[in-house]
């Protein structure tokens, strides 16, 4: 069974950088097309940045040119690096199967931007 873990988040000055790391289990991933979601307070949650099975990759405007999400299938790990962080950046990020399968979701990493 399909099992995520996120790590990386933190407390960072806008204009600063976090690293995030998705560790994945139950699944071979390179099979996958995966993606990065945040959810912040009060709102629904949004995929930010996706990257195929072949390595094709798309972001939401909001992040493009500012985020970075890349995949290492032999670690079995998916990583979004996030650089020119805003405080509308601050959410709980997620990792997951993007498209959605319905894959469980893990406990997220939490991201807050101080202005």
């Known amino acids: 069974q399909l099992q995520l873990v996120e790590s990386g988040g933190g407390l960072v000055q806008a204009g600063g950088s976090l690293r995030l790391s998705c560790a994945v289990s139950?699944?071979?991933?390179?099979?996958?097309?995966m993606g990065w979601y945040r959810q912040a307070p009060g709102k629904q949650r949004e995929l930010v940045a996706r990257?195929?099975?072949?390595?094709?990759?798309d972001y939401a405007d909001s992040v493009k040119d500012r985020f970075t999400i890349s995949r290492d299938n032999a670690k079995n790990t998916v990583y979004l690096q996030m650089n020119s962080l805003k405080p509308w950046d601050t959410a709980v990020y997620y990792c997951?199967?993007?498209?959605?399968?319905?894959?469980?979701w893990g406990q997220g990493t939490q991201v807050t931007v101080s202005s």
């Open positions: 997951n199967t993007a498209p959605y399968m319905g894959t469980p």
């Open positions: 139950g699944i071979i991933l390179s099979g996958y097309s």
């Open positions: 990257i195929t099975r072949g390595g094709n990759i």
